[in-house]
Every structure is written in structure tokens, then in C-alpha cells.
């Protein structure tokens, strides 16, 4: 059981909490058993509230607080929590957290589960920070409450699965915040400047040092940068973006494969079809018989 301290409730919230079947019918079927939410709520102002668990729960816990502050403790270390950030708290985990006394938050919460929740956790595991500021959303709010009022009013099948995808929607809209959000940091600035001016020219043939001189920084410098952020390297990334439009001058033009070799800047269409099989499995005379047949 749950040690909890709330006086009387809190004047405007909501809570739901799905019943065992429910959630047992989620964690079955197709759609839903990769995220499903099992209880959510919004608790305004909340004061006195206070929550310790000393096995934790089930399921991962999501608390955003919109206002206010409270903290929050895992592993015996204390946390802070003020307005417009957000924590996650590991299943089966020791824990506790709470209003702070004077200024009491205002938080939305879920508890949820699934078959992809650990990577998920391990996205927001590499932000390396206890708590997350993200900026204020009206439309997250906005999510959250459709999610709500779905999970209140029906447990029919197709508006369950648009719960738990619309639910997931709304949790990644804060992990990947730097992602979904346009950056001011200007190193993202530089990979996404980059990653444009590559996409944007196709059809022309760029070496490592022909990047970093039109962006006046060295060539070691890019490519580390550019690895690091997206994964892959500045000509890997290239020829990716290469082979993926030559696949759509394949599927969608009758141009040959010495006219699209040319379209994507490769003068050697030999080379251009051992690439393409590189990347793509087969050779694009291949890749277009597949596609007609």
C-alpha cells in the first residue's frame, strides 16, 4: 500500500485509475501493449500532498509540474522541482515525493507501461539530468486532457488505441522536446544548417573538407559534430540522403538509372549501382523490377 498524505483532496482535480482487466485487455493486444497508460491525473495546487513508496510500483511514473514546486526522492537523494519541468520515475523503484509546503505544485501525472517503455526510458536517461525543463505547451495540456476524458467515458476497443498512441504522443512531446522544438543552441543550429544544405543539393558531390570550408570550421570538427548528434557521418548521412531520392526518381520517373545516377551527382553510374546495392540490397535495375512487379 501506498503511504500518502493528502488533507481532503484538491479542489479541481481529476484522477482515473484503469481497472486490472482493462489493463490486462492493453498489455495484449497488438496496438497497445508497446505504451499503455494505467492511471493519470491532474492535482492543482496540491497542497499536503505526499506520496511514498518504499517498493515503488509497476509501472513508470510521469509527473510534470505546470506551477508551484515540490520535489521528488530516488536512491536517497532529494530533488527539487519547479514549474515547467518534469521526472520519471523508475518501476519497482524506492521513492518519494510531495508538495513543497508554502508554494504547492500543480502537477499532471500518468503512470504507464509497455513493451517499449525501457528504451524509451533510456532516450530520457541520456538527457542525464534529475529533472527536465521543457517550455509551456497549451497544446500538450490540451492532449492530456482528450487522453482523460477518453480513458473516462469508454473502454471501447479502436478509442483505447487512440488513447494509448495519443498518450505516448504526449510523453514524447517532452522527451524529445529538443527534437520536436525549433533550437536556439548553436551547435544544433550548425548539424541542422548542415543537414539542410546537404538535402538541399542532391544532386552535387561534396567531400568532408568541401563541408567544413563552406561552413568555416575545420573538417575534424564537423565530423565529430555531426556523428555525434545524428549518428552517422557527414558522407554516410549524404549518401543516405543520395540513395533515398534516387529511389523516389525509381519508383515515381521513367528517367534511367544513368539519368537519376547523374540527378543524385554521381558521373559513374557504376559506382552509383554498387552504392545503391550497398545500401539498398539490390541494384536499382532490381529495385524498379520489384517495384513494377
Known sequence: MDNSTIKEGFLGQRMIVLPNEVIHRLSSKPITRSFYVTDMGYYPKANYHHRKRKKGVGEYIFIY???GEGWYDVDD????VFPNQYFIIPRNTKHSYGAHKSNPWSIY???FNGLLV????ERYRLKAKRTIAVPFESGRIALFDQIFKIYKS???EPQMEYASISALN???SFIYDDTNNLRTDNYENLVDSITEFLTDNIDKSYTSEDIALKFNYSSSYIFNLFKKKTGYSLIHFFNLKKIQKSCEYIKYTDLNIKEISYKVGFQDPLYFSRLFKKYMGVSPKSYRTQIEN
Request: net charge negative; glycine share 0%; aromatic share 16%.
Open 109 to 111: 501525472w500518468m503512470h
Open 154 to 156: 469508454s473502454y471501447i
Open 65 to 67: 509540474c505546470s506551477e
Open 170 to 172: 504526449f510523453l514524447s
Open 77 to 80: 537523494e532529494i530533488t527539487p
Open 118 to 121: 525501457n528504451d524509451l526510458i
